[in-house]
Protein backbone atom coordinates (compact mmCIF):
# COMPACT_ATOMS: atom_id res chain seq x y z
CA UNK A 1 0.00 0.00 0.00
CA UNK A 2 2.77 2.19 0.53
CA UNK A 3 3.63 2.17 -3.41
CA UNK A 4 -0.02 3.86 -3.85
CA UNK A 5 -0.62 6.55 -5.32
CA UNK A 6 -2.84 9.25 -3.15
CA UNK A 7 -5.77 8.97 -5.92
CA UNK A 8 -5.76 5.24 -5.31
CA UNK A 9 -5.64 5.93 -1.35
CA UNK A 10 -8.63 8.06 -1.46
CA UNK A 11 -11.02 6.20 -3.81
CA UNK A 12 -10.05 2.80 -1.62
CA UNK A 13 -11.06 5.05 1.70
CA UNK A 14 -13.94 6.18 0.02
CA UNK A 15 -15.36 2.35 -0.66
CA UNK A 16 -14.61 1.25 2.63
CA UNK A 17 -16.24 4.23 4.11
CA UNK A 18 -19.38 3.08 1.94
CA UNK A 19 -18.74 -0.53 2.82
CA UNK A 20 -19.71 0.24 6.49
CA UNK A 21 -21.95 2.88 5.69
CA UNK A 22 -23.71 0.17 3.13
CA UNK A 23 -23.48 -2.74 5.96
CA UNK A 24 -24.57 -0.16 9.07
CA UNK A 25 -27.44 0.69 7.53
CA UNK A 26 -28.65 -2.96 6.17
CA UNK A 27 -28.34 -4.15 9.78
CA UNK A 28 -30.51 -1.15 11.10
CA UNK A 29 -33.11 -1.33 9.04
CA UNK A 30 -33.18 -5.45 9.22
CA UNK A 31 -33.19 -5.05 13.40
CA UNK A 32 -35.94 -1.90 12.88
CA UNK A 33 -38.03 -4.07 10.38
CA UNK A 34 -37.47 -7.54 12.70
CA UNK A 35 -38.86 -5.61 15.48
CA UNK A 36 -42.24 -3.96 13.76
CA UNK A 37 -42.99 -8.23 12.59
CA UNK A 38 -42.74 -9.25 16.11
CA UNK A 39 -44.44 -6.93 17.34
CA UNK A 40 -47.65 -7.11 14.97
CA UNK A 41 -46.69 -10.91 15.26
CA UNK A 42 -47.12 -10.67 18.81
CA UNK A 43 -50.33 -9.14 19.39
CA UNK A 44 -51.95 -11.44 16.08
CA UNK A 45 -50.94 -14.61 18.15
CA UNK A 46 -52.25 -12.65 22.05
CA UNK A 47 -55.75 -12.09 20.26
CA UNK A 48 -55.85 -15.74 19.14
CA UNK A 49 -55.00 -17.45 22.14
CA UNK A 50 -57.29 -15.55 23.91
CA UNK A 51 -59.76 -16.40 21.62
CA UNK A 52 -59.05 -19.87 21.63
CA UNK A 53 -58.75 -19.97 25.24
CA UNK A 54 -62.79 -18.76 25.86
CA UNK A 55 -64.18 -21.35 23.28
CA UNK A 56 -66.62 -23.90 26.02
CA UNK A 57 -65.21 -26.53 24.16
CA UNK A 58 -61.68 -26.32 25.78
CA UNK A 59 -63.14 -26.00 29.50
CA UNK A 60 -65.02 -29.09 28.61
CA UNK A 61 -62.40 -31.31 27.05
CA UNK A 62 -59.68 -29.98 30.63
CA UNK A 63 -62.72 -31.45 32.52
CA UNK A 64 -63.50 -34.56 30.57
CA UNK A 65 -61.37 -37.93 31.46
CA UNK A 66 -58.66 -37.38 28.40
CA UNK A 67 -58.22 -33.77 27.78
CA UNK A 68 -56.02 -34.71 24.84
CA UNK A 69 -58.51 -36.48 23.12
CA UNK A 70 -60.53 -33.28 22.63
CA UNK A 71 -57.68 -30.72 22.72
CA UNK A 72 -55.71 -32.05 19.46
CA UNK A 73 -58.51 -31.40 17.33
CA UNK A 74 -59.20 -28.08 18.65
CA UNK A 75 -55.30 -27.14 18.18
CA UNK A 76 -55.07 -28.40 14.65
CA UNK A 77 -58.38 -26.04 13.72
CA UNK A 78 -56.70 -22.89 15.38
CA UNK A 79 -53.62 -23.42 12.85
CA UNK A 80 -55.42 -24.24 10.02
CA UNK A 81 -58.02 -21.28 10.57
CA UNK A 82 -55.25 -18.58 11.34
CA UNK A 83 -52.31 -19.69 9.57
CA UNK A 84 -50.16 -19.93 12.51
CA UNK A 85 -47.32 -22.42 13.32
CA UNK A 86 -48.24 -24.07 16.61
CA UNK A 87 -51.44 -24.07 19.15
CA UNK A 88 -50.61 -25.97 22.16
CA UNK A 89 -52.79 -26.66 25.70
CA UNK A 90 -50.92 -26.95 28.45
CA UNK A 91 -51.85 -28.86 31.37
CA UNK A 92 -51.43 -26.99 35.07
CA UNK A 93 -48.55 -29.46 35.65
CA UNK A 94 -46.48 -27.57 32.65
CA UNK A 95 -47.64 -30.70 30.52
CA UNK A 96 -48.15 -30.53 26.48
CA UNK A 97 -51.85 -31.93 26.13
CA UNK A 98 -51.65 -31.39 22.53
CA UNK A 99 -48.74 -30.59 19.88
CA UNK A 100 -48.93 -29.89 16.26
CA UNK A 101 -46.15 -33.06 16.02
CA UNK A 102 -46.43 -36.62 17.10
CA UNK A 103 -44.63 -37.86 19.97
CA UNK A 104 -44.53 -34.54 21.58
CA UNK A 105 -48.07 -34.91 23.83
CA UNK A 106 -46.92 -35.47 27.77
CA UNK A 107 -44.32 -33.94 27.06
CA UNK A 108 -42.77 -30.65 29.54
CA UNK A 109 -43.36 -27.21 28.27
CA UNK A 110 -40.01 -25.20 27.85
CA UNK A 111 -41.61 -21.80 28.38
CA UNK A 112 -42.43 -19.19 30.75
CA UNK A 113 -45.73 -20.18 33.15
CA UNK A 114 -45.35 -19.04 36.44
CA UNK A 115 -47.10 -15.64 35.14
CA UNK A 116 -49.80 -17.27 33.67
CA UNK A 117 -50.63 -19.20 36.57
CA UNK A 118 -51.87 -15.67 37.86
CA UNK A 119 -53.82 -15.01 35.57
CA UNK A 120 -51.30 -12.79 33.16
CA UNK A 121 -50.92 -12.99 29.60
CA UNK A 122 -47.22 -13.68 28.62
CA UNK A 123 -45.87 -12.84 25.40
CA UNK A 124 -42.18 -13.88 23.96
CA UNK A 125 -39.56 -14.38 21.25
CA UNK A 126 -37.89 -17.45 21.61
CA UNK A 127 -35.22 -19.76 19.36
CA UNK A 128 -35.83 -23.05 21.65
CA UNK A 129 -38.55 -24.27 20.86
CA UNK A 130 -39.13 -27.51 18.16
CA UNK A 131 -40.64 -24.13 16.04
CA UNK A 132 -37.58 -22.14 15.83
CA UNK A 133 -37.47 -18.96 16.91
CA UNK A 134 -40.76 -17.93 16.66
CA UNK A 135 -43.09 -14.73 18.38
CA UNK A 136 -45.74 -16.47 20.93
CA UNK A 137 -48.24 -15.52 23.41
CA UNK A 138 -49.72 -17.78 26.67
CA UNK A 139 -52.53 -17.12 28.32
CA UNK A 140 -54.43 -18.96 31.23
CA UNK A 141 -57.65 -21.18 30.93
CA UNK A 142 -60.31 -21.01 32.88
CA UNK A 143 -62.36 -23.71 33.77
CA UNK A 144 -64.39 -25.45 36.29
CA UNK A 145 -61.81 -26.51 39.74
CA UNK A 146 -62.25 -29.57 42.04
CA UNK A 147 -64.44 -27.18 44.53
CA UNK A 148 -66.68 -26.45 41.46
CA UNK A 149 -65.59 -22.89 41.43
CA UNK A 150 -63.77 -21.07 38.32
CA UNK A 151 -60.14 -21.29 38.09
CA UNK A 152 -57.07 -21.61 36.04
CA UNK A 153 -56.71 -25.26 35.15
CA UNK A 154 -54.48 -24.92 32.11
CA UNK A 155 -52.85 -22.67 29.54
CA UNK A 156 -53.30 -21.90 26.13
CA UNK A 157 -50.15 -20.94 23.87
CA UNK A 158 -50.35 -19.80 20.05
CA UNK A 159 -47.28 -18.92 17.98
CA UNK A 160 -45.40 -18.20 14.50
CA UNK A 161 -42.28 -18.24 13.19
CA UNK A 162 -40.45 -15.35 11.88
CA UNK A 163 -37.99 -16.37 9.50
CA UNK A 164 -35.01 -13.98 8.65
CA UNK A 165 -35.75 -13.97 4.79
CA UNK A 166 -39.12 -13.02 5.37
CA UNK A 167 -37.65 -10.23 7.27
CA UNK A 168 -35.36 -9.30 4.99
CA UNK A 169 -38.09 -9.27 2.08
CA UNK A 170 -40.02 -7.23 4.06
CA UNK A 171 -37.27 -4.90 4.83
CA UNK A 172 -35.69 -1.86 2.51
CA UNK A 173 -32.40 -3.89 2.58
CA UNK A 174 -32.83 -4.61 -1.23
CA UNK A 175 -33.01 -0.87 -1.68
CA UNK A 176 -30.17 0.00 0.75
CA UNK A 177 -28.39 -2.40 -1.43
CA UNK A 178 -28.72 -1.06 -4.88
CA UNK A 179 -28.67 2.48 -3.44
CA UNK A 180 -25.26 1.82 -2.05
CA UNK A 181 -24.19 0.46 -5.36
CA UNK A 182 -25.32 2.99 -6.89
CA UNK A 183 -23.27 5.48 -4.17
CA UNK A 184 -20.10 2.97 -5.47
CA UNK A 185 -20.09 3.38 -9.32
CA UNK A 186 -20.48 7.57 -8.34
CA UNK A 187 -17.45 7.62 -6.32
CA UNK A 188 -15.74 5.15 -8.53
CA UNK A 189 -16.36 7.39 -11.62
CA UNK A 190 -15.58 10.89 -9.72
CA UNK A 191 -12.10 9.05 -8.00
CA UNK A 192 -11.27 7.95 -11.61
CA UNK A 193 -11.72 11.52 -12.85
CA UNK A 194 -10.15 12.61 -9.22
CA UNK A 195 -6.98 10.30 -9.86
CA UNK A 196 -6.38 12.12 -12.92
CA UNK A 197 -6.51 15.56 -11.27
CA UNK A 198 -4.35 13.80 -8.36
CA UNK A 199 -1.79 12.53 -10.79
CA UNK A 200 -1.39 15.55 -12.71
CA UNK A 201 -0.77 17.99 -9.82
CA UNK A 202 1.60 15.45 -7.65
CA UNK A 203 2.65 13.62 -10.41
CA UNK A 204 1.89 10.49 -9.28
CA UNK A 205 3.87 10.37 -6.32
CA UNK A 206 2.00 8.82 -2.86
CA UNK A 207 2.22 10.79 0.26
CA UNK A 208 5.21 9.37 1.61
CA UNK A 209 7.18 10.11 -1.87
CA UNK A 210 5.51 13.66 -1.89
CA UNK A 211 6.67 14.54 2.33
CA UNK A 212 10.59 13.00 0.97
CA UNK A 213 10.49 15.10 -1.78
CA UNK A 214 9.40 18.82 0.07
CA UNK A 215 11.45 17.62 3.24
CA UNK A 216 14.46 17.52 1.10
CA UNK A 217 13.94 20.65 -1.17
CA UNK A 218 13.42 22.43 1.90
CA UNK A 219 16.07 21.48 3.17
CA UNK A 220 17.90 22.21 0.28
CA UNK A 221 16.57 25.80 -0.76
CA UNK A 222 17.03 26.60 2.87
CA UNK A 223 20.89 25.83 3.17
CA UNK A 224 21.82 27.23 -0.52
CA UNK A 225 24.10 30.77 -0.11
CA UNK A 226 21.74 32.32 -2.75
CA UNK A 227 18.46 33.91 -1.71
CA UNK A 228 15.73 32.32 -2.81
CA UNK A 229 11.82 33.53 -3.10
CA UNK A 230 9.07 31.51 -4.63
CA UNK A 231 6.20 33.31 -5.74
CA UNK A 232 2.27 32.15 -6.42
CA UNK A 233 0.52 33.29 -9.54
CA UNK A 234 -1.14 35.85 -7.00
CA UNK A 235 2.61 37.40 -6.49
CA UNK A 236 2.19 36.19 -2.45
CA UNK A 237 5.80 34.79 -1.01
CA UNK A 238 5.00 31.22 -0.49
CA UNK A 239 8.77 30.33 0.01
CA UNK A 240 12.24 32.87 1.26
CA UNK A 241 15.14 30.83 2.31
CA UNK A 242 17.06 32.41 5.35
CA UNK A 243 20.38 33.96 2.51
CA UNK A 244 17.17 35.68 1.15
CA UNK A 245 16.12 37.19 4.76
CA UNK A 246 19.65 38.39 4.90
CA UNK A 247 19.91 39.98 1.48
CA UNK A 248 16.52 41.72 1.17
CA UNK A 249 16.14 42.48 4.73
CA UNK A 250 12.96 40.45 5.01
CA UNK A 251 10.72 40.31 8.49
CA UNK A 252 8.07 38.14 9.25
CA UNK A 253 7.92 34.84 10.75
CA UNK A 254 11.19 33.29 9.48
CA UNK A 255 12.46 31.86 6.14
CA UNK A 256 11.08 28.19 4.74
CA UNK A 257 7.62 27.09 3.40
CA UNK A 258 5.02 28.62 5.20
CA UNK A 259 1.49 30.01 4.22
CA UNK A 260 1.44 33.01 1.37
CA UNK A 261 2.17 36.27 2.30
CA UNK A 262 1.87 39.62 0.77
CA UNK A 263 5.42 40.90 0.08
CA UNK A 264 3.93 44.17 2.14
CA UNK A 265 3.86 41.97 5.10
CA UNK A 266 7.68 40.41 4.33
CA UNK A 267 9.04 44.22 3.69
CA UNK A 268 10.17 42.76 0.58
CA UNK A 269 12.01 46.30 -1.06
CA UNK A 270 9.54 48.39 -3.68
CA UNK A 271 11.64 47.19 -7.03
CA UNK A 272 11.57 43.77 -6.18
CA UNK A 273 7.71 44.13 -5.31
CA UNK A 274 7.39 45.36 -8.86
CA UNK A 275 9.23 42.98 -10.21
CA UNK A 276 7.47 40.21 -8.40
CA UNK A 277 4.23 41.54 -9.78
CA UNK A 278 5.20 42.60 -13.57
CA UNK A 279 5.99 38.61 -13.47
CA UNK A 280 8.64 38.89 -16.47
CA UNK A 281 11.35 37.17 -17.15
CA UNK A 282 14.85 38.38 -16.13
CA UNK A 283 18.89 38.10 -15.96
CA UNK A 284 21.03 39.63 -12.91
CA UNK A 285 18.62 42.95 -12.57
CA UNK A 286 20.66 44.91 -10.01
CA UNK A 287 18.47 46.60 -7.40
CA UNK A 288 19.10 48.58 -4.42
CA UNK A 289 18.73 47.23 -0.72
CA UNK A 290 19.60 50.11 1.70
CA UNK A 291 23.23 50.17 1.76
CA UNK A 292 23.51 46.95 -0.25
CA UNK A 293 23.50 45.87 -3.93
CA UNK A 294 22.22 42.71 -5.19
CA UNK A 295 21.64 40.89 -8.06
CA UNK A 296 17.90 39.48 -8.82
CA UNK A 297 17.23 36.94 -11.76
CA UNK A 298 13.18 36.04 -12.14
CA UNK A 299 12.52 32.96 -14.19
CA UNK A 300 8.52 31.46 -14.66
CA UNK A 301 8.06 28.49 -12.25
CA UNK A 302 6.09 25.71 -13.46
CA UNK A 303 4.85 22.43 -11.70
CA UNK A 304 6.00 19.04 -12.23
CA UNK A 305 4.02 16.49 -14.13
CA UNK A 306 3.43 13.42 -15.70
CA UNK A 307 4.53 12.90 -19.21
CA UNK A 308 2.47 11.07 -21.84
CA UNK A 309 4.50 7.96 -21.50
CA UNK A 310 3.98 8.20 -18.02
CA UNK A 311 7.46 9.43 -17.04
CA UNK A 312 7.44 11.10 -13.14
CA UNK A 313 8.95 14.19 -12.91
CA UNK A 314 8.73 15.02 -16.49
CA UNK A 315 8.38 19.10 -16.54
CA UNK A 316 5.23 19.61 -18.40
CA UNK A 317 5.05 22.39 -21.14
CA UNK A 318 3.91 26.29 -19.97
CA UNK A 319 0.14 25.12 -21.62
CA UNK A 320 -0.34 21.98 -20.59
CA UNK A 321 2.11 21.94 -17.29
CA UNK A 322 0.07 25.56 -15.69
CA UNK A 323 2.88 27.89 -14.56
CA UNK A 324 2.63 27.85 -10.84
CA UNK A 325 4.48 31.40 -9.87
CA UNK A 326 8.00 32.66 -10.16
CA UNK A 327 10.97 31.63 -8.69
CA UNK A 328 13.68 34.32 -7.84
CA UNK A 329 17.34 34.21 -7.08
CA UNK A 330 19.18 37.04 -5.11
CA UNK A 331 23.12 37.36 -4.70
CA UNK A 332 25.21 40.17 -2.66
CA UNK A 333 26.72 42.49 -5.87
CA UNK A 334 28.92 44.90 -3.63
CA UNK A 335 31.48 42.36 -2.63
CA UNK A 336 31.73 40.85 -6.18
CA UNK A 337 31.96 44.55 -7.33
CA UNK A 338 34.32 45.67 -4.90
CA UNK A 339 37.20 42.64 -5.81
CA UNK A 340 35.97 43.23 -9.85
CA UNK A 341 36.99 47.15 -9.66
CA UNK A 342 40.17 46.05 -6.98
CA UNK A 343 41.07 43.42 -9.86
CA UNK A 344 40.72 46.48 -12.34
CA UNK A 345 42.58 48.89 -10.14
CA UNK A 346 45.45 46.46 -9.80
CA UNK A 347 45.37 45.80 -13.43
CA UNK A 348 45.55 49.27 -14.85
CA UNK A 349 48.30 50.11 -11.68
CA UNK A 350 50.17 46.79 -13.33
CA UNK A 351 49.92 48.57 -17.02
CA UNK A 352 51.00 51.79 -15.46
CA UNK A 353 54.06 50.22 -13.66
CA UNK A 354 54.77 48.17 -16.79
CA UNK A 355 54.54 51.90 -19.06
CA UNK A 356 56.63 53.77 -16.38
CA UNK A 357 59.04 50.92 -16.40
CA UNK A 358 59.55 51.17 -20.43
CA UNK A 359 59.81 54.75 -20.13
CA UNK A 360 62.25 54.46 -17.72
CA UNK A 361 64.31 51.96 -19.78
CA UNK A 362 64.46 54.40 -22.61
CA UNK A 363 65.71 57.02 -20.27
CA UNK A 364 68.34 55.03 -18.86
CA UNK A 365 69.57 53.45 -22.17
CA UNK A 366 69.71 57.51 -23.36
CA UNK A 367 71.91 58.35 -20.28
CA UNK A 368 74.40 55.21 -21.34
CA UNK A 369 74.61 56.81 -24.79
CA UNK A 370 75.42 60.29 -23.85
CA UNK A 371 77.94 59.15 -21.34
CA UNK A 372 79.52 56.75 -23.90
CA UNK A 373 79.82 59.85 -26.30
CA UNK A 374 81.31 62.13 -23.28
CA UNK A 375 77.99 64.49 -22.93
CA UNK A 376 77.34 64.31 -19.20
CA UNK A 377 75.45 67.84 -19.40
CA UNK A 378 73.04 66.72 -21.43
CA UNK A 379 72.71 63.69 -19.36
CA UNK A 380 72.83 65.66 -16.36
CA UNK A 381 70.45 67.67 -17.33
CA UNK A 382 67.79 64.55 -18.62
CA UNK A 383 68.31 63.28 -15.11
CA UNK A 384 66.91 66.89 -13.85
CA UNK A 385 64.13 67.19 -16.19
CA UNK A 386 63.36 63.51 -15.13
CA UNK A 387 63.17 64.03 -11.04
CA UNK A 388 61.14 67.47 -11.71
CA UNK A 389 58.73 65.89 -13.83
CA UNK A 390 57.69 63.23 -11.33
CA UNK A 391 57.12 65.16 -8.76
CA UNK A 392 54.76 67.58 -11.04
CA UNK A 393 52.16 65.26 -9.99
CA UNK A 394 51.77 66.35 -6.82
CA UNK A 395 53.24 64.93 -3.02
CA UNK A 396 52.02 61.85 -1.27
CA UNK A 397 52.66 63.14 2.66
CA UNK A 398 53.13 59.99 4.51
CA UNK A 399 52.57 57.54 1.76
CA UNK A 400 52.60 54.58 3.81
CA UNK A 401 49.69 55.71 5.92
CA UNK A 402 47.40 54.01 3.75
CA UNK A 403 49.14 52.08 0.97
CA UNK A 404 46.77 50.72 -1.57
CA UNK A 405 44.99 54.40 -2.15
CA UNK A 406 48.44 55.40 -2.68
CA UNK A 407 49.38 52.83 -4.82
CA UNK A 408 45.86 52.82 -6.83
CA UNK A 409 46.26 56.62 -7.42
CA UNK A 410 49.87 56.71 -8.56
CA UNK A 411 48.39 53.34 -11.14
CA UNK A 412 45.77 55.42 -12.15
CA UNK A 413 48.51 58.49 -13.07
CA UNK A 414 49.72 56.64 -16.27
CA UNK A 415 46.40 55.65 -17.24
CA UNK A 416 45.51 59.16 -17.38
CA UNK A 417 48.05 60.72 -19.02
CA UNK A 418 47.77 57.86 -21.86
CA UNK A 419 44.29 60.01 -22.34
CA UNK A 420 45.92 63.17 -22.38
CA UNK A 421 44.33 64.07 -18.64
CA UNK A 422 46.98 65.07 -15.99
CA UNK A 423 45.96 63.76 -12.39
CA UNK A 424 47.15 65.33 -9.68
CA UNK A 425 47.53 64.06 -6.46
CA UNK A 426 47.77 65.49 -2.60
CA UNK A 427 47.26 62.74 0.26
CA UNK A 428 48.18 63.87 3.29
CA UNK A 429 47.80 60.48 5.21
CA UNK A 430 50.28 60.48 8.49
CA UNK A 431 48.57 56.99 9.51
CA UNK A 432 46.35 54.12 8.17
CA UNK A 433 42.85 54.64 7.98
CA UNK A 434 42.53 50.70 8.77
CA UNK A 435 39.24 50.96 5.87
CA UNK A 436 38.70 47.70 4.34
CA UNK A 437 41.08 47.85 0.76
CA UNK A 438 38.29 46.27 -1.13
CA UNK A 439 35.83 49.48 -0.05
CA UNK A 440 38.90 52.07 -0.79
CA UNK A 441 39.19 50.28 -4.26
CA UNK A 442 35.95 50.28 -4.80
CA UNK A 443 35.31 53.90 -4.47
CA UNK A 444 38.23 55.64 -5.46
CA UNK A 445 38.81 53.43 -8.67
CA UNK A 446 35.52 54.25 -10.11
CA UNK A 447 35.72 58.05 -9.01
CA UNK A 448 38.87 58.24 -10.77
CA UNK A 449 37.88 56.15 -14.21
CA UNK A 450 34.90 57.95 -13.91
CA UNK A 451 36.87 62.06 -13.43
CA UNK A 452 39.32 60.51 -16.27
CA UNK A 453 36.39 60.44 -18.66
CA UNK A 454 34.95 62.84 -17.92
CA UNK A 455 38.25 64.81 -18.59
CA UNK A 456 39.26 62.90 -21.39
CA UNK A 457 36.22 64.27 -22.70
CA UNK A 458 36.51 68.04 -22.22
CA UNK A 459 38.38 70.70 -24.13
CA UNK A 460 42.28 71.05 -23.86
CA UNK A 461 42.15 73.38 -20.48
CA UNK A 462 39.44 70.82 -18.52
CA UNK A 463 41.29 67.84 -18.86
CA UNK A 464 42.19 67.86 -15.66
CA UNK A 465 41.87 65.55 -12.69
CA UNK A 466 42.92 65.66 -9.24
CA UNK A 467 42.71 63.17 -5.89
CA UNK A 468 43.03 65.05 -2.57
CA UNK A 469 42.93 62.96 0.83
CA UNK A 470 43.62 63.95 4.23
CA UNK A 471 42.24 63.00 8.05
CA UNK A 472 40.37 65.53 9.83
CA UNK A 473 39.80 65.41 13.58
CA UNK A 474 42.64 63.40 14.13
CA UNK A 475 42.77 64.47 17.92
CA UNK A 476 38.84 63.47 18.40
CA UNK A 477 37.64 60.04 19.45
CA UNK A 478 35.92 59.84 16.06
CA UNK A 479 38.03 60.98 13.29
CA UNK A 480 37.54 61.18 9.65
CA UNK A 481 38.60 60.54 6.01
CA UNK A 482 37.96 63.39 3.89
CA UNK A 483 38.58 63.12 0.43
CA UNK A 484 37.63 64.94 -3.08
CA UNK A 485 38.01 63.36 -6.78
CA UNK A 486 37.42 66.64 -8.97
CA UNK A 487 38.02 66.95 -12.78
CA UNK A 488 37.42 70.01 -15.45
CA UNK A 489 34.85 67.69 -17.48
CA UNK A 490 31.38 68.88 -17.83
CA UNK A 491 29.33 68.99 -15.30
CA UNK A 492 26.26 66.59 -14.94
CA UNK A 493 22.48 67.98 -15.86
CA UNK A 494 20.17 67.97 -12.81
CA UNK A 495 18.04 65.34 -14.67
CA UNK A 496 21.48 63.31 -14.45
CA UNK A 497 22.30 64.20 -10.89
CA UNK A 498 19.13 62.86 -9.84
CA UNK A 499 19.44 59.43 -11.30
CA UNK A 500 23.59 59.25 -11.34
CA UNK A 501 23.58 56.64 -7.77
CA UNK A 502 20.91 54.30 -8.75
CA UNK A 503 22.62 50.58 -10.35
CA UNK A 504 22.10 50.38 -14.13
CA UNK A 505 22.40 54.15 -15.03
CA UNK A 506 24.62 55.36 -17.18
CA UNK A 507 24.96 58.03 -19.85
CA UNK A 508 27.60 55.97 -21.60
CA UNK A 509 26.87 53.57 -24.43
CA UNK A 510 25.36 50.05 -22.49
CA UNK A 511 27.16 47.52 -24.98
CA UNK A 512 29.77 46.71 -22.11
CA UNK A 513 29.42 44.41 -19.54
CA UNK A 514 28.71 46.54 -16.11
CA UNK A 515 28.13 49.82 -17.39
CA UNK A 516 25.62 51.91 -14.87
CA UNK A 517 27.74 50.09 -12.07
CA UNK A 518 30.03 52.36 -10.80
CA UNK A 519 28.52 55.37 -8.71
CA UNK A 520 25.97 52.83 -7.06
CA UNK A 521 28.80 50.86 -6.23
CA UNK A 522 30.13 53.88 -4.83
CA UNK A 523 27.34 54.92 -2.99
CA UNK A 524 26.53 51.65 -1.61
CA UNK A 525 30.25 50.99 0.03
CA UNK A 526 30.07 54.82 1.63
CA UNK A 527 26.53 54.01 3.02
CA UNK A 528 28.08 50.25 4.23
CA UNK A 529 30.92 52.25 5.90
CA UNK A 530 28.62 54.92 7.55
CA UNK A 531 30.11 57.70 5.21
CA UNK A 532 28.04 59.86 3.13
CA UNK A 533 29.42 61.14 -0.69
CA UNK A 534 28.24 64.51 -1.84
CA UNK A 535 28.54 66.14 -5.50
CA UNK A 536 29.49 69.75 -5.96
CA UNK A 537 29.53 71.69 -9.71
CA UNK A 538 30.93 74.82 -8.58
CA UNK A 539 34.22 74.81 -9.67
CA UNK A 540 34.53 71.87 -12.11
CA UNK A 541 32.75 68.62 -10.74
CA UNK A 542 33.38 67.63 -7.58
CA UNK A 543 32.75 64.13 -5.73
CA UNK A 544 33.01 64.45 -1.68
CA UNK A 545 33.37 61.30 0.53
CA UNK A 546 34.01 61.43 4.33
CA UNK A 547 34.41 57.98 5.81
CA UNK A 548 34.56 57.39 9.53
CA UNK A 549 37.90 55.91 10.48
CA UNK A 550 37.24 52.38 12.43
CA UNK A 551 37.52 52.72 16.45
CA UNK A 552 39.47 49.98 17.06
CA UNK A 553 42.28 51.06 14.18
CA UNK A 554 41.74 54.60 16.28
CA UNK A 555 42.52 53.49 19.29
CA UNK A 556 45.24 50.96 18.79
CA UNK A 557 47.44 53.42 16.20
CA UNK A 558 47.01 56.68 18.73
CA UNK A 559 50.03 56.19 20.29
CA UNK A 560 52.31 55.38 18.00
CA UNK A 561 51.15 58.26 16.26
CA UNK A 562 51.93 60.53 19.20
CA UNK A 563 55.16 58.58 20.28
CA UNK A 564 56.45 59.88 16.19
CA UNK A 565 55.57 63.07 16.84
CA UNK A 566 57.00 63.66 20.16
CA UNK A 567 60.41 62.03 18.27
CA UNK A 568 60.76 64.17 15.69
Do not use: C
Not at 335 to 356: C, I, K, M, P, Y
Amino acid sequence: MRGWSLARRVLVVQWVALAALTLAAGVSTYLQTRSVIFERTTAATTQLARLGADDPRVADAYASADPTAGLQPLSDRIMADSDMDFATFISRDGLRLSYHRPGYVGTPYSGTLEPVWRGETVTEVSSTATAGESARSVVPVYGTGPDGERAIVGALTVGKQVRALEVMAASDLPNVLITSLAFALVLGAGSWWGSRYLRKVTAGLGPEALSRHFAVADAALLSVDEGILLADTGGRIVFHNRAADALLGLRGSGAGTRAAQEPEELGVPASVRELIASGRRVEDEPHRVGTRMVIVSQRPLQRRGVGRGGERGEVAALGAGMAAGTVLTVHDHSAVQALAGELASTRSFSDALRAQNHDHANRLHTLLSLLEVDRPEEARALLIESLASSRGHGGVDGADGDAVLAALAHGKIAQAAERGVELTLDLSLPRRTGLPAPDLVGIFGNLLDNAIDAAADAAPEGRWVSLQAQLEDEAADQPWLLASVANGGTAPSAAVREHMFEAGYSTKPTRALGRGQGLAIVAAAVARLGGRVELATDSGTVFTVELPLPEETTTRERPEANTTREAS
